[in-house]
């Protein structure tokens, strides 16, 4: 894998709930479901894309069960701001599962 290709660490949570929070109502309108809960735990970042960020990041979706999804998130970046995007997700995942760029 080449160094343009290369994904950071798991990271913890600072600004990514912000992100998780926009993308929310992509992943419940596909799938047809609401999340009262929906807590950002850790995230990764594709280092070294010109014009995007690409962020894979562990969400909470329960307060009674170790309950996640994984979300696959692209971000453009350019001069006029632009939402984030949901690319792909991962359902039935939990605390336990790592979290791998897919």
């Given at each position: 894998?080449?160094?343009?290709?290369?994904?950071?660490?798991?990271?913890?949570?600072?600004?990514?709930?912000?992100?998780?929070?926009?993308?929310?109502?992509?992943?419940?309108?596909?799938?047809?479901?609401?999340?009262?809960?929906?807590?950002?735990?850790?995230?990764?970042?594709?280092?070294?894309?010109?014009?995007?960020?690409?962020y894979?990041?562990?969400?909470?979706?329960?307060?009674?069960?170790?309950?996640?999804?994984?979300?696959?998130?692209?971000?453009?970046?350019?001069?006029?701001?632009?939402?984030?995007?949901?690319?792909?997700?991962?359902?039935?995942?939990t605390?336990?599962?790592?979290?791998?760029?897919?």
């Amino acid at each position: 894998m080449s160094s343009e290709d290369s994904w950071s660490e798991p990271l913890p949570v600072q600004e990514i709930q912000e992100i998780a929070d926009k993308v929310k109502p992509q992943l419940e309108k596909k799938v047809d479901k609401t999340y009262p809960v929906f807590v950002a735990k850790k995230y990764r970042y594709r280092k070294n894309i010109v014009g995007a960020r690409h962020y894979v990041l562990k969400v909470s979706v329960s307060n009674s069960t170790d309950e996640c999804v994984h979300l696959y998130v692209v971000q453009m970046v350019i001069a006029t701001p632009v939402d984030p995007e949901l690319t792909k997700y991962q359902l039935n995942k939990t605390e336990d599962d790592p979290l791998e760029p897919f």
